[in-house]
Structures are given as structure tokens and as C-alpha cells.
């Protein structure tokens, strides 16, 4: 049994798009990378850079024209290999006319649970998702921050080892985007291994163990994250509560030195996304303050 | 000692079966579902005006005449619902998974192509056999309340008028109950679920290359339409000899890969009050048997390495 989650081995996709033999386009070429397990992998890339052929090859929806893929040791289209893995679709692809709790149990029992079990793991689902009040609600009627939630419990539903994202934040609020992000590192925290697809790099960066930059099928560059995003010749410190005399003690410490230069100085920015959340919080806080 | 609860995300052990039947449900009632909240049921009214609009008729004809009409009105009504619904939704639960894109989501879980088919065909079935039930039940209601109305009439009347013998009065009665309710007529709705499931195998074999509903709506209207010139397709190609290399070449395609919905008509016999031998119900009962396997394999065939 292999010791890797994902195994991807020197893996091309070609498609055709006429009856020609000469007319094709490579959608994937020779691409080969590992997710180990319990990491959190994060594959981005620009529109059509073949991100989603590579997941939905990982998902057996393909077969790879060339090269191995492997989950869990097993081969991506083996009905064993779909077993270990839990998938979050960039839209919602579910029946519109069942309600969240009729989609959880229709995902549940394909996967094999029944009674008490089944039921049971719907309940803690919806909790875990923040939709038991809307569980009795048909899907039709669900915002895509809502979908989103849906959706990540019914990949979740039986107990993947691996779990697929595609764009988990899409469309989604801050706050919902927010929630989805703290059940990744939630998922990572229990051990369960994470492959992620997206174009939002901050997210990336704020989760992922290891990153693949992918472009036109090829891989451009992989490896663990802080490897990935360090700038090797520059330093950052950040101080806290230093006086004016202090920074410019340092200022001429460095202009001392001929062979290094400030190349930046200012405050530490925090981001949009912490600065909206922060501040939904206290007017959360507020109105509960109000409301005593 | 206090165990503490499994986390939520803990990973399960499952073993997955090569084939399950249980998933083949799964997918079949949620197919249940969907074509019951899409309101086909709808048509149920439809059938149920139709019958209280014949039995409110008065025709100026025979008890027996009359009975024979709403047989044959509701039996037809009950074949052409059967056969179109099974194409038409056949049709369009596998392109909307397809184009919804629900059916990632479903391939995605350990379900094999296969079961996924398989289920969606019952699911069908399963709607139409429901529904045959309930306009059978109607119309098997409708026949023995005008059936033993007639029959106390026409008995009424017989036995008040001397001109008749106990032997013409039985001789009347018994050809009211020719046209009347019997078991028989259950077959014919047997015969009707029979083809509709013959054609909606067509029409999932059809749905797996298809690119639109539509097309595949149109073909198996096609097929279905086709698949009564069997017959005479046959004849020709064993006694004509002198056609185009086209010709022959239609005949044999027709011959070959239509099913013959003409062996189905038994039933218009059984509407019409004859006797039909079960030996020729289970002779079809399995040649349905056999389309439904040749279908769905030639279906998995394509849908096998269908990507998404």
C-alpha cells in the first residue's frame, strides 16, 4: 500500500476536438507531484491551465491519456480509490428539489450508511456547517454561501481520508469564506488530507502546506509554501512599541553596512478580509449589547 | 473509563462492493423523487377527467358497446401515457444530471457507471408502473360500477319479459362480462409496462451520446414508431429480393438493432375481450428481459468512458 494520499505520475491528458488525429489540444502535460497524507496541497493556476482536468482526473470523472494516478495506493478511476474521497464542487451541483438534510442522507446511503448511523452523521453535519435551521429547507432556495456549506458536508459525508475542493470560496462572503477556511484547517488539524483548487491566492497561502503552480498543463513550480513565497536576500523584522530614537539608531546601523539597503518601512498592513471580519464581529457584539 | 467521542472528520474504514443493489435503489427512488416533485404525476388528473368524462356518457349503443369504449379509450390513454413518459423522462434525467453537472457529484462517491444507470432506468420504471397501477385501479373501478349497473338493468328487464329463457338472459349477461372488468385486463396493462420499459431503455441508450434531450426524444419517438413496421420489414426481407442495395440495407438495420413493439399489441386482443395464452405473457415478460440487458449494455458501453 502506498504511503502517499495522491500520487500524480508523469500524467498527460490529451483531448480531441474533431474527427482529425492532428487535432488536439494537451491539456495536461507529463505532470507529476504527491500530496502526502494529512497535508493540505494547493494546486492554482490561471483559467485553463488544466487544474480542474488534473482533479477531475484524481476524481476518476478522466482517465489519463499517459502516466499513473494513484489515491491512497489505489488507481484514480478504481471505485475504492472514490471511497477515500470527499469532493466540494466549485458550483453546487446537487438537486435543487431536495432539501439539505434529503441531499445529506441521498450522498450518505450511496456511500453506505443507513439508520441510526446515517442519521446521526446528517445531525453532526448540519451542525458542523451551521445549517440545522435550514436543513428542512429545499436546496433551490439556499444562497452559494449556503450551497458551499452543503456541499462541503456532503463531501465530508463519509468520512473521506481526502478531501477535493474545487474554488471552495467562490462566490461566497468574507464571513462565509471565512468559516469554509477555518473547517480546512479544521480538516487539517484532524489529520485528513486536503487537495485544493484555487484562484484565490491569499486563501491559499493562509492554509496550504505545500503549493503546485500550474500553467498551460505544465508545472511550473511546486514545493512546501514558505520555501515557495521567502524572498532569500531580504529581511523582515517587525517591532513593536520601538520609540523614534530606537528605529533611528537602527536606520544608521544599516546605512553603515555597504552591502545592505531599506528597501521598505512602514507599518504592518493587517488585510481587507481581517479588517471586514473584525469588524462584523463588533457590530455583532454591539447589537447583542443592545439587545441586554 | 470514559472513551472519548470520534471526531467528526475521523476517517471510516468502509469496505466498497463491486456492485451494490442497494445504490442502484438509491439512485432509483432519488430518481422517484425527482420525477414526482418535476409534478408528473400531474397526468394522474388528466387520466381520471378522461375516465369521468366517458362515464358520463350515454352513447346510443349496447351495454356491452358502451363497455368496450371506455376499455379501449383508457387502455389507450393508459399505452400512449406509458410509452411517452418512459421516453420523455427517460430523456431528460440523465442530460440534466450531465448538464446540471449533479452528476459529478454522484460519480464522484463510490458508485459505478453502471449502478447509476441501471438506477435511473428503475426509477422510471418504477414512476410508470405507480402510475399504470393507479389509472388501472380508475379505470378497473369505472368498468365493474357500469358493468353491474348493466347487468342488474339488462337482468331487470329480461326477467320482466317472458319472451326470454333463463338461457337468453345468461347468454346477455355473459357478453356484458365479456366487455366488463377481468382479470385478463391486467395483463394488458402488463403489456403496456412491458414496452414503455423496452423503449425507455432505447431512449437511455440514446441519452449516453446524445447532446440534447431533445435529440434523444426525437430518435426514440423515431425507433418506437419504426418498431411497429417490424413485421414488414421482415416479410420483405425474406420474400423481396429485387430491392435497392438501400433498401435491404434499411430492412436489415430495422431487423437487427429496432425492437419489434408489434409483439406488444397482444394486448389490444385481451381490450377487445379475447383470451390470451400466458404462455405468450411470459415469452414477452423475457424478451423484454432480453432488450433491457442488450440496452444497457450497449449504453454502458458508451457511458463507461464518458468523461465529464
Known amino acids: 500500500m502506498s504511503d502517499l494520499a495522491v500520487e500524480v505520475k508523469n500524467m498527460t491528458k490529451v483531448f480531441s476536438r474533431g474527427l482529425k488525429k492532428s487535432d488536439y489540444v494537451v491539456a495536461v502535460d507529463n505532470l507529476s507531484f504527491d500530496i502526502k497524507p494529512g497535508e493540505v496541497y ?12 488534473t482533479m477531475k482526473v484524481v476524481l476518476g470523472l478522466m482517465s489519463p491519456t499517459k502516466g499513473d494516478v494513484k489515491v491512497f495506493g489505489y488507481d484514480s478511476g478504481d471505485i475504492r480509490a472514490r471511497n477515500e474521497i470527499g469532493f466540494l464542487p466549485e458550483n453546487p451541483y446537487f438537486y435543487k428539489h431536495l432539501t439539505g438534510k434529503e441531499t445529506l442522507k441521498f450522498y450518505g446511503k450511496l456511500c453506505g450508511f443507513r439508520g441510526r448511523e446515517l442519521q446521526d452523521r446528517i445531525a453532526e453535519l448540519l451542525e458542523l456547517v451551521d445549517l440545522e435551521s435550514a436543513a428542512n429547507r429545499r436546496l433551490g432556495g439556499y444562497s452559494k454561501g449556503m450551497l458551499q456549506r452543503i456541499g462541503l458536508a456532503q463531501a465530508l459525508i463519509q468520512r473521506p481520508r481526502l478531501v477535493i475542493l474545487d474554488e471552495p470560496t467562490a462566490g461566497v462572503d468574507p464571513l462565509g469564506s471565512r468559516q469554509i477556511r477555518d473547517l480546512i484547517l479544521k480538516l487539517k488539524d484532524d489529520g485528513i488530507t486536503v487537495f485544493l483548487c484555487s484562484h484565490l491566492l491569499e486563501q491559499v497561502q493562509e492554509v496550504c502546506d505545500r503549493v503546485g503552480i500550474i500553467f498551460e498543463g505544465r508545472m511550473r513550480r ?24 530606537l528605529l533611528a539608531k537602527v536606520r544608521e546601523l544599516i546605512e553603515a553596512d555597504s552591502g545592505a539597503t531599506i528597501v521598505e518601512e512602514g507599518h504592518p498592513k493587517t488585510t481587507l478580509e481581517r479588517l471586514f471580519v473584525s469588524l462584523s464581529h463588533a457590530s455583532n457584539t454591539d447589537d447583542k449589547g443592545d439587545e441586554k | 473509563m470514559n472513551q472519548t467521542p470520534p471526531s467528526v472528520f475521523e476517517p471510516a474504514t468502509k469496505t466498497v462492493s463491486p456492485f451494490s443493489l442497494r445504490r442502484v435503489m438509491v439512485i432509483a427512488s432519488s430518481s422517484v423523487t425527482q420525477l414526482v416533485r418535476m409534478k408528473t404525476f400531474y397526468f394522474l388528473l388528466a387520466f381520471a377527467a378522461i ?59 463510490p458508485v459505478r457507471r453502471i449502478e447509476y444507470l441501471i438506477g435511473k432506468l428503475l426509477g422510471v420504471l418504477w414512476v410508470i408502473a405507480i402510475s399504470l397501477l393507479v389509472m388501472y385501479a380508475v379505470c378497473a373501478l369505472a368498468l365493474w360500477s357500469r358493468e353491474t ?9 329480461m326477467n320482466a319479459d317472458a319472451r326470454y329463457s333463463a338461457e337468453n338472459v345468461g347468454a346477455q349477461i355473459a357478453l356484458i362480462e365479456q366487455q366488463g372488468l377481468r382479470p385478463e385486463l391486467g395483463i394488458a396493462v402488463l403489456g403496456s409496462f412491458l ?24 430518435i426514440s ?13 421482415t416479410s420483405f426481407w425474406l420474400y423481396q429480393t429485387d430491392n435497392s442495395l438501400f433498401v435491404q440495407l434499411l430492412l436489415k438495420v430495422v431487423k437487427i438493432f429496432i425492437p419489434n413493439f408489434q409483439l406488444y399489441s397482444f394486448s389490444h386482443g385481451i381490450i377487445q375481450g379475447e383470451a ?33
Open chain 1, 222 to 245: 511546486e514545493g512546501p509554501l514558505e520555501e515557495l513565497i521567502q524572498i532569500e536576500e531580504q529581511t523582515a523584522m517587525t517591532f513593536s512599541g520601538a520609540k523614534p530614537e
Open chain 2, 51 to 109: 375516465i369521468v368524462v366517458l362515464m358520463s356518457l350515454n352513447p346510443p349503443t349496447t351495454p356491452a358497446g358502451v363497455l368496450s369504449t371506455i376499455k379501449r379509450i383508457s387502455f389507450g390513454t393508459m399505452d400512449v401515457f406509458a410509452w411517452l413518459f418512459a421516453i420523455v423522462s427517460t430523456a431528460l434525467l440523465i442530460p440534466k444530471d450531465i448538464e446540471d453537472r449533479t452528476l459529478y457529484t454522484i460519480l464522484s462517491k
Open chain 2, 149 to 157: 349497473l348493466y347487468i342488474a338493468e339488462e337482468l331487470e328487464a
Open chain 2, 276 to 308: 390470451v395464452a400466458y404462455s405468450l405473457v411470459w415469452q414477452m415478460t423475457g424478451l423484454t428481459g432480453v432488450y433491457l440487458v442488450v440496452f444497457l449494455f450497449l449504453s454502458l458501453l458508451v457511458f463507461i468512458d464518458k468523461e465529464f
Open chain 2, 195 to 218: 414496452k414503455a420499459a423496452v423503449v425507455a431503455s432505447v431512449t437511455i441508450f440514446l441519452s449516453t451520446f446524445a447532446s440534447s434531450s431533445l435529440f434523444s426524444i426525437i
Open chain 1, 42 to 53: 494547493g494546486l492554482i493556476g490561471p483559467n485553463g491551465s488544466g487544474k480542474s482536468t
Open chain 2, 221 to 233: 419517438v423515431l425507433v418506437f414508431i419504426i418498431g411497429h413496421a417490424h413485421t414488414m420489414a
